[in-house]
């Protein structure tokens, strides 16, 4: 559909509104306060594009490019964004939460039961973080597994396999401390699971069980260390590894590419002495033929 013609009575006042924006807009770009906050020009050029992303506090640790291929949804399924989203969820909603829960041994239970009775909406503020808390879970280990099946572990990428790994200890530390502030009775026999299990720790089992309960037998101090651990310890801990997370994967190139798509660098080729030697060759295009293994060069 087009648009009809501008009148020419109109057409003058409207050149001249553009002009005068035009000129507003270049007077804010050139102030100080502007060139205070934003310190880079519009980013048209690559130049550009990569000191806006270098100098900004929440862009920064996302790669200036990434590679075309993996910007396909069927490679990645945004099993990393998702949950990172779950988190901030549960973030949003365990605050909200805060304010309606009192960590007592007295008080713990019923503040759980009035969430669905007197509180407005309260009974969908626990469903929604409780159903992202298992979620969560889920889709942390569906991201390991892509990560595993797509080759994302490798080097130089190990390290950040690493934190991965302790983002999901820490996932399922989140969930289980969570189930434990209902004080009810399948929390009581949890935690005390729980702590037999730390308890049965080599060397250090009684220490564990200890600092776990805060006492002989689950009580009072024990919800008081499960509340801590909840609502500052883990996510504060969670917070900083997934920073560590993405900022990883901007100094490795960005994400993993396919396998059709790497570079390969190392191979192995037969030696005049017999055996085989490592030989580094330049950068292949996914088209290129690949060096023969040891087990075809063999055949």
């Known amino acids: 559909m087009m648009l009809p013609p501008i009148p020419a009575p ?4 409207l050149d001249r ?11 804010v770009r050139q102030s100080p306060p502007w060139k205070s906050i934003f310190r880079n020009a519009y980013p048209n050029t690559d130049e550009n594009r990569a000191l806006v992303m270098f100098n900004s506090f929440f862009l920064h640790i996302m ?5 075309q291929n993996t910007l396909k949804w069927t490679y990645t399924f945004g099993l990393g964004l998702m949950t990172f989203y779950l988190f901030l969820l549960l973030f949003i909603t365990g605050i909200i939460l805060m304010f309606l829960y009192v960590p007592a041994a007295e008080r713990a239970y019923q503040d759980m039961q009035r969430l669905g009775t007197s509180v407005a909406y309260g009974q969908l503020l626990r469903n929604s973080h409780r159903w992202a808390a298992h979620l969560m879970v889920l889709f942390v280990f569906l991201h390991m597994c892509r990560v595993f099946y797509t080759g994302g572990y490798k080097p130089p990428r190990d390290f950040n396999w690493v934190v991965g790994v302790l983002l999901l200890v820490l ?9 434990i502030l209902t004080w009810d009775q399948l929390a ?5 699971v729980g702590a037999n299990i730390g308890g049965a720790s080599p060397f250090l089992g009684g220490i564990v069980k200890a600092f776990i309960l805060g006492a002989d037998e689950p009580g009072p101090a ?7 651990f909840h609502v500052i310890l883990l996510p ?21 590419a396919p396998a059709t798509a790497r570079k390969a ?5 037969p030696s005049a002495r017999g055996g085989f030697t490592v030989k580094e060759v330049p950068p292949v295009s996914p088209e290129a033929q690949v060096p023969p293994s040891p087990e075809e060069v063999r055949r």
């Open 265 to 269: 660098r190392h191979v192995l080729v």
């Open 63 to 67: 790669p200036v490019k990434v590679k």
């Open 236 to 256: 504060t801990a969670v917070f900083i590894m997934a920073g560590v997370h993405f900022w990883r994967i901007r100094k490795d190139g960005g994400l993993s």
């Open 17 to 27: 509104a553009i002009e005068v924006n035009k000129m507003v807009l270049d007077l």
């Open 10 to 13: 109109l057409r003058a006042p």
């Open 222 to 228: 024990t919800l008081i260390r499960v509340y801590a």
């Open 171 to 179: 996932t399922l530390l989140l969930s289980f401390s969570g189930y």
């Open 188 to 192: 009581a026999s949890a935690i005390t």
